[in-house]
């Protein structure tokens, strides 16, 4: 029986693959805010996680959702149980909208305006999976040395701030920051409210093994 993260993946890179010979597949997904205006056409905030600008886009953003969401998904069936795989879903199709809702805020009505990727649903599920565990090394991009996850963290949110402030370069970095930010959110949310697990203390008492506290 296939996961759920790779049911995911599998219909993301099937739907990816169509719109890169397909534009009318781009047109009646991609995340355009006077369609969602003018249309009501609010599915948008979810389709547009289905397709991506080019292959690459698409294998970045898979590779780092398989990696981290195959271990979040199995810690949600531990600590919810039967709940675990609705609740996995739920944080990515919520992170998903909520990551956006600050681009659509900002471009209601602008013409110009277009995003694609599951970029922010993959941060939701990448600080999830960091917040549960910290201290899990993370690789960065031609550092050939590995990171504690935490630390990293704070690092990519840093510039992804920075570059979302900046703009210029055609990445919606703040679907980034607010897709991580509500992963995080979502995460305690659920633990709260579903299970006994203290998903704060989890990250705090490993950040003191860490720091030898």
């Not at 992170?95 to 956006?100: D, E, K």
């Not at 633990?191 to 008492?205: E, K, L, M, R």
């Amino acid at each position: 029986m296939l996961s759920v993260t790779l049911i995911i993946l599998i219909l993301t890179a099937i739907i990816s693959f169509t719109a890169f010979s397909n534009r009318k597949v781009i047109d009646d997904l991609i995340f355009y805010p006077p369609a969602i205006t003018r249309r009501n056409q609010w599915y948008r905030f979810l389709s547009c996680a289905l397709i991506h600008a080019d292959p690459m886009h698409l294998i970045f953003n898979m590779w780092a959702f398989y990696m981290f969401g195959s271990m979040l998904e199995n810690n949600f069936n531990y600590i919810f149980e039967e709940k675990g795989p609705i609740l996995y879903v739920a944080l990515y199709l919520i992170s998903q909208i909520i990551c956006l809702i600050p681009s659509y805020v900002q471009n209601k009505d602008n013409y110009y305006y277009k995003s694609l990727g599951a970029s922010g649903a993959v941060s939701a599920v990448v600080f999830a999976t960091i917040f549960l565990f910290p201290l899990t090394g993370v690789g960065i991009i031609l550092i050939p040395i590995r990171i504690p996850g935490f630390i990293f963290g704070f690092i990519y949110l840093g510039i992804t701030m920075y570059m979302a402030r900046r703009g210029g370069d055609n990445i919606n970095h703040s679907a980034h920051f607010f897709g991580a930010a509500s992963g995080i959110v979502l995460l305690l949310i659920f633990c709260y409210a579903f299970s006994s697990f203290d998903p704060v203390q989890n990250f705090i008492s490993q950040i003191r093994m860490y720091t030898g506290l």
